[in-house]
């Protein structure tokens, strides 16, 4: 029996049958309920300073606060407050939250290892800054400010899910220690010190249980290695600096590569994913298959490639490239785009003369107010194998002659046999 | 579904005793008899769980020496509530995510039923929620009081639920910078 402690007060107080006479004799039935369950009403304070600030009701409340396993610091909190606060406090912390508005380095390195000592369960630092809101509206991220101070992570030892969205600060991964719990981390707006070894950290001799790893918007990180045989899912997106990927994860299931090496100064990927298990893969990235190197992947069921331009100048070369690699893929996941303007643009969907067989077409389709009918005419013929198809239109119109309204986004989902459904769709057309 | 109260019907249904019955009666510590659907029971009480699955449960009615007649009746009726409600998206995905509060915040059933309860009616049902182990019902009702003390001041606390402060004022002096943190953000 959970929670039973406080059966014998239950029956105590039980005598009493008749409602609202206690309130006006004055009775404090709050205080009197055990501290597991003044735990779970402190919990829905929501911060740790409102918890905290019980205290002051009553001897009963002076260490309730403290026997939280939950703490939250929002925003509004002064982050030299959260030290003393992780300080002052006593249980195990299986969650911990803290939010700030453009902290430097300095207030997050005054708390981060009291929390470390403390957590046993999962960490969400979110930094909100200026940059890191820029980088997200698709703005070049900014320099790091020189001399700037960076943040050295302790190791987690006991977390077992960490998110860190530090805003562009500088950090430092542990170059020792085992995360040994660990099992999602997740990394954004995070500039890495050039000597940083990240794949190192997240690599299953120093982090055996990770399942899930994220990093997004990451700069400083030129080569990157991750050997983990507990890895499930594995997304790296806007890696700005990224020039070699190294992934040994034969349990991986998922990976995203999003916007990494285009952004690189030499704008080569240079790849080697060995992956057995994979069974989808979202590429889209500057891909080479020169120098990506894709091991077996016999499980493999989706592929996602880059965006495909519909007119435009740069060639579609990572979008085509990928497609090359596979002849049979259960499920394909395309994105056509007309950029708004597509006057004096070559017309480049005939460089797409072949697909992989496919059972099952997820396009999508940003087609900015232009007529599509052509283009899907050519995907669809050649995926004449298809048995399901998906369609995603989204966009905003530029011009009258839309063929759907404004910012509609419309979903099909339909089982059709192909031939027969080409022409029915093409008279929709 | 309609609560018995202790009248000759539950009597009635309890002489059927076939041991494949849907429902399990309910004794309070007044001796009314409450009856409530079996799945709904075993689900959101782990110690009703654990007698139905015992075999520790009475056909002529389950002593619950500790629970009061009103108490139980509000837990019978919000187990059959909640067997009948369909549970939203939020309740239904288990998984914690990252950013988000990793409890659940009630459905507005939920904020209804325990609304309409007295002071004295909310604090019974949270100790017969804690006595049964009903998670789902201690969340509901926890949640109700915190929802009292927020944007209250430690006065208007302590004046809510007869709190008596039992500090001497040096005691308090200390406490208040000893948690500056706590109340320097205000």
């Known amino acids: 029996m959970e929670r039973s402690d406080g059966g014998g007060e239950i029956s105590a107080m039980r005598s009493r049958i008749s409602s609202d006479s206690s309130t006006a004799a004055g009775e404090d039935r709050l205080s009197a309920l055990p501290d597991d369950i003044l735990v779970l009403v402190l919990m829905r304070l929501h911060t740790a300073a409102a918890a905290a600030q019980t205290s002051v009701l009553s001897r009963r409340w002076r260490r309730l606060w403290a026997l939280l396993p939950e703490l939250r610091f929002p925003s509004s909190s002064d982050p030299r407050h959260i030290a003393s606060a992780l300080l002052a406090h006593q249980a195990p912390l299986a969650f911990l939250d803290v939010a700030t508005e453009d902290a430097a380095a300095e207030s997050v390195a005054a708390w981060v290892p009291a929390a470390t000592r403390r957590l046993s369960g999962s960490l969400v630092f979110t930094n909100r800054t200026p940059a890191a809101n820029a980088a997200d509206e698709g703005d070049a991220p900014c320099e790091r400010k020189r001399g700037a101070a960076f943040i050295d992570l302790p190791c987690f030892g006991n977390a077992t899910a960490v998110s860190l969205d530090v805003g562009y600060l500088g950090v430092v991964a542990p170059l020792a220690g085992v995360f040994a719990r660990l099992t999602k981390l997740r990394l954004a707006h995070v500039h890495f010190h050039s000597s940083c070894a990240l794949g190192d950290a997240v690599s299953s001799r120093r982090c055996p249980s990770l399942e899930k790893l994220t990093v997004r918007y990451a700069m400083g990180v030129t080569d990157l290695a991750v050997r983990s045989s507990s890895l499930r899912r594995m997304k790296l997106e806007n890696m700005d600096s990224l020039e070699k990927l190294t992934v040994v994860t034969p349990a991986l299931k998922h990976l995203t590569v999003l916007t990494c090496f285009y952004r690189g100064r030499r704008r080569r990927p240079v790849a080697d994913i060995e992956a057995r298990q994979l069974k989808v893969l979202r590429w889209g990235d500057l891909f080479d298959r020169s120098s990506v190197k894709l091991g077996k992947m016999k499980h493999l069921q989706s592929v996602c490639p880059d965006v495909f331009l519909v007119y435009g100048y740069p060639p579609n070369d990572p979008c085509l490239a990928l497609l090359r690699c596979f002849k049979i893929i259960h499920e394909l996941c395309l994105t056509l785009v007309y950029l708004p303007d597509i006057n004096d643009r070559p017309y480049l969907l005939e460089d797409m003369k072949m697909l992989p067989g496919v059972t099952s077409l997820h396009l999508g389709l940003t087609s900015n107010g232009h007529a599509f009918g052509t283009c899907l005419f050519h995907i669809l013929k050649l995926c004449s194998g298809t048995r399901k198809l998906a369609l995603e239109i989204s966009g905003k119109s530029l011009e009258e002659q839309t063929t759907c309204p404004a910012d509609c986004i419309c979903d099909e989902h339909q089982n059709w046999k192909t031939e027969e459904l080409l022409l029915n769709h093409l008279q929709e057309v | ?186």
Not at chain 2, 62 to 89: F, M, R, W
Not at chain 2, 129 to 146: P, Q
Request: glycine letters at 6%.
């Open chain 2, 1 to 186: 579904m309609e609560v018995d109260k202790g009248k000759g019907e539950a009597e009635e249904t309890r002489k059927v005793a076939e041991a494949d019955r849907d429902t399990v009666t309910l004794k309070s510590s007044d001796g009314k008899l409450f009856e409530v659907s079996k799945e709904a029971a075993a689900r959101l009480s782990t110690v009703l769980a654990g007698m139905i699955a015992g075999g520790s449960i009475d056909d002529n009615g389950t002593d619950l020496k500790q629970i009061g007649s009103e108490a139980l009746e509000n837990v019978v009726d919000y187990c059959n509530k909640h067997a009948n409600s369909i549970p939203s998206a939020a309740l239904i995905s288990s998984s914690i995510s990252f950013n988000t509060a990793p409890f659940k915040e009630p459905e507005e059933w939920e904020r209804k039923f325990v609304d309409r309860l007295s002071h004295d009616a909310l604090f019974d049902l949270v100790e017969a929620a804690n006595f049964l182990g009903m998670e789902r019902l201690l969340d509901v009702t926890c949640h109700k009081i915190s929802e009292m003390m927020k944007g209250k001041s430690p006065d208007q606390i302590r004046e809510v639920f007869n709190i008596k402060n039992d500090y001497t004022k040096e005691e308090l002096e200390e406490i208040r910078q000893e948690l500056a943190w706590a109340f320097y953000d205000d």
